[in-house]
């Protein structure tokens, strides 16, 4: 267990829709990154905060957002789904850019299903 | 933006044999490489990781070998077992010198232990 937490696990929906998902860091983490796997594309960086701060905006679309709140927990909101949205979207978080020893551990996972 | 080759795509070795998975880079400014396992229904868990300060780290059966003249990476395993049996990513960062760990990642590895 990396101490990452995604909450759903699963997720199906039908297009055109909005969905919300959660991610709680680990503990002691401040930054937090969202990344995307499909067959296609592989493992995808959409974006990352750090304390609460927009850090690092990687191929996330318009349609898609991301906050990371006070308490430190994060979400990542999708709109106007597309079946080409479907994918497991990943939680990872790190204590932070500039920490020595610096690591990324990710979170199991939410698998979104458009349909 | 950085580029992370992996090779080969899929590995099947046979129990107690080794298994080697290379892996390039394009930016010359990456200076964090992290290994993860990506078990079915699992998010990646981080293995072994290298920074380019130094050439090579071994933890037990697994190591890493880094040539940065080369722009290239390496993941050994040894003496496979089948619950090594799994995907395998490579990754490459700027890390602390983007002021991000944002991660490349490479297409992945399915590796295959037979008993």
């Known amino acids: 267990d990396s101490g990452v937490t995604q909450t759903p696990k699963h997720l199906i929906t039908a297009t055109g829709q909005r969905v919300t998902l959660r991610c709680s860091p680990r503990?002691?983490?401040?930054?937090v990154y969202w990344y995307q796997q499909s067959l296609d594309q592989g493992l995808q960086f959409l974006i990352q905060y750090y304390n609460g701060e927009e850090r690092a905006k990687g191929n996330i679309l318009e349609r898609f957002s991301a906050q990371q709140f006070p308490d430190l927990h994060s979400e990542l909101n999708l709109s106007s789904l597309e079946l080409g949205d479907s994918a497991l979207y990943f939680c990872a978080s790190s204590v932070g850019p500039g920490q020595p020893n610096e690591k990324l551990f990710f979170g199991s996972g939410t698998q979104l299903s458009v349909l | 933006g950085e580029n992370v080759e992996q090779h080969p795509s899929t590995l099947s070795v046979q129990e107690g044999d080794s298994a080697v998975i290379k892996c390039t880079y394009s930016?010359?400014?990456?200076?964090?490489f992290p290994w993860y396992k990506q078990e079915l229904g699992k998010g990646p868990q981080l293995i072994i990781d290298i920074r380019s300060n130094v050439g090579e780290k071994k933890d037990q059966r697994i190591a890493v070998t880094l040539n940065k003249t080369a722009k290239h990476f390496s993941l050994h395993i040894t003496e496979t077992q089948p619950e090594d049996s799994a995907v395998y990513f490579c990754a490459a960062s700027m890390g602390s010198g983007a002021g991000s760990y944002q991660l490349t990642f490479g297409k992945g590895t399915k590796l295959s232990v037979i008993p």
């Open positions: 503990s002691g983490d401040l930054s």
């Open positions: 930016d010359s400014a990456s200076n964090y």
